[in-house]
């Protein structure tokens, strides 16, 4: 058997502290060392039982009576810190392979309340009882199996992670996608998903309430999708602003005309000046993405020229065309 600590080190007070100081330390280390806020902590597990083993005693003005008098041994055999007629607490064991324990608190300080400060409104008891999982050794009779805690009080349950795939215009114009998801019993489940205009790749999307259920009542978690783009032939996106291209004939760009340029709200007719070059840009305003932040704002479209060479040409063009190039440099020296 272990050895055990002075009740009054653990809680961190001097002996001559009255009751209010004694349940005040109690709290503090109590929400300290909860298993809720050091998952997977043994070293905080083991703190947390000290504590409340110490508090048992201290906590109570006739056991701490007897514990200033005896130490210890005044809870040794079958009166033991948390057995023992009179002493206000009963315990039920399942040993180290039950995984259950239930604590009665009859006299004393009420733990509903002191659960109560310490967690909020949410702890539920219930017939003033509150449970734990897990198997415990040393003065409970066995070693330590678990740390696997599960209170009588609510607890939101865990969220979901997930991804979908939304195209390029459903990501700048938004609308509602179907979603198709398997949970783990292997039944598949439909979601109706909006899509928010102007959403960017690598965004989540928070659905409240879908995901893995509450504990004691508690509200169920969030499923998150992380969003990712399709890939748009002839677009991209840089924030606000889509880019593309456009080929335009040759004869257009040397003479001038329009050109009929796609967007993502539908095709729109330009027109191009005469003797426009290769790489040139036309800019489309209000042709980009809205914003997220402010739907009244949105990005610009940005199209870059590209000249279309004529692949056939009859003997009569190609004759035209060495007297148009001809003329150009004459013009040019002239």
Do not use: W
Not at 59 to 79: C, S, T, V
């Amino acid at each position: 058997m272990r050895l055990k600590k002075d009740y009054y080190e653990v809680l961190g007070v001097g002996r001559s502290a009255d009751a209010q100081a004694i349940k005040k330390a109690y709290r503090k280390l109590a929400k300290k060392y909860h298993p809720d806020s050091n998952e997977g902590n043994a070293h905080a597990a083991e703190q947390f039982k000290e504590v409340n083993e110490a508090y048992g005693v201290l906590g109570d003005e006739e056991k701490r009576k007897l514990y200033d008098q005896f130490g210890h041994a005044a809870f040794e055999g079958d009166a033991g810190a948390y057995g023992g007629a009179g002493n206000g607490f009963r315990g039920s064991y399942g040993g180290q392979k039950s995984g259950f324990h239930e604590y009665h608190f009859e006299s004393g300080e009420d733990m509903d309340d002191i659960l109560k400060n310490l967690f909020g409104g949410n702890f539920h008891s219930g017939s003033e009882k509150f449970y734990r999982s897990g198997s415990y050794g040393d003065d409970f009779g066995g070693g330590y199996q678990e740390r696997d805690f599960s209170y009588g009080f609510k607890r939101k349950g865990s969220d979901l992670n997930a991804e979908m795939e939304i195209s390029f215009e459903k990501a700048a114009l938004g609308g509602s996608q179907l979603i198709h998801l398997k949970d783990g019993s292997g039944t598949v489940k439909s979601l109706e998903v909006n899509i928010p205009a102007g959403i960017e790749p690598g965004k989540i999307i928070r659905l409240k309430g879908k995901g893995n259920p509450g504990i004691q009542g508690g509200e169920a978690g969030d499923l998150l999708l992380k969003v990712t783009v399709k890939e748009k032939p002839g677009f991209s996106r840089k924030g606000q602003d889509v880019y593309s291209t456009v080929r335009i004939p040759f004869v257009t760009a040397v003479l001038g005309g329009e050109a009929t340029i796609p967007t993502i709200y539908g095709n729109v007719v330009c027109k191009i000046k005469e003797g426009t070059k290769p790489g040139s840009k036309i800019r489309l305003k209000g042709k980009g993405i809205v914003s997220m932040r402010n739907s009244s704002v949105k990005g610009d479209q940005y199209v870059t020229i590209e000249i279309q060479a004529p692949e056939k040409l009859t003997q009569d063009a190609k004759r035209k065309l060495r007297e148009f190039d001809q003329a150009c440099k004459m013009s040019a020296t002239g």
